[in-house]
C-alpha cells in the first residue's frame, strides 16, 4: 500500500482538527511529513515533535525544504494570499509532483471522515 504524504499549513481549529484525524489513520496509509503554524505558543506544535514530524514556522521554508516529497498540501489557513504564495513556490521550485488542495476538497475530506462535528466554514474566501 502506497501511503501520502501530507504537509499541513495551519494548526488552528480546522488545522489541528485535521491533524487528529489524519494522524488516526496511521502512517503506514498518511505521513504528516510537516506542519506549518506561525504561532509558537500553539499547543498542537508539541504534539507534532513528539510525533516525529518536520515543525515550521514559515511555509515556505517547509515548501522549499520538503520539496517534492510532498504529495498534498492542505492548507487550512484559508487565506487566498497563501493559496496563492503557494501555487507560485510549487512553479518556481518546479515540483509538478505535489497538490495543493482546493477548500473545497477539505469539505470533502471532512464529510467523508465519518465525522458528526461540523467543520468550521467560517472563511468566505475560497482561494481560488
Request: aromatic share 6%.
Amino acid at each position: 500500500m502506497k501511503s501520502v504524504s501530507v504537509l499541513l499549513v495551519g494548526l488552528g481549529r480546522v488545522g489541528s482538527r485535521f491533524y487528529d484525524k489524519l494522524h488516526d489513520v496511521g502512517r503506514e496509509r498518511v505521513r504528516i511529513v510537516g506542519v506549518c503554524e506561525r504561532d509558537p505558543k500553539n499547543p498542537h506544535l508539541a504534539r507534532a515533535q513528539k510525533d516525529g514530524i518536520a515543525v515550521y514556522a514559515d511555509y515556505r521554508e517547509a515548501v522549499r525544504t520538503l520539496g517534492s516529497t510532498v504529495d498534498i498540501i492542505l492548507d487550512t489557513t484559508n487565506v487566498s494570499a497563501v493559496k496563492q504564495d503557494l501555487r507560485t513556490l510549487l512553479q518556481e521550485t518546479a515540483n509538478h509532483h505535489t497538490v495543493l488542495l482546493p477548500l473545497v476538497v477539505s469539505y470533502l475530506i471532512w464529510y467523508l471522515s465519518d465525522q458528526r462535528e461540523e467543520m468550521v466554514q467560517d472563511h468566505t474566501d475560497t482561494g481560488y
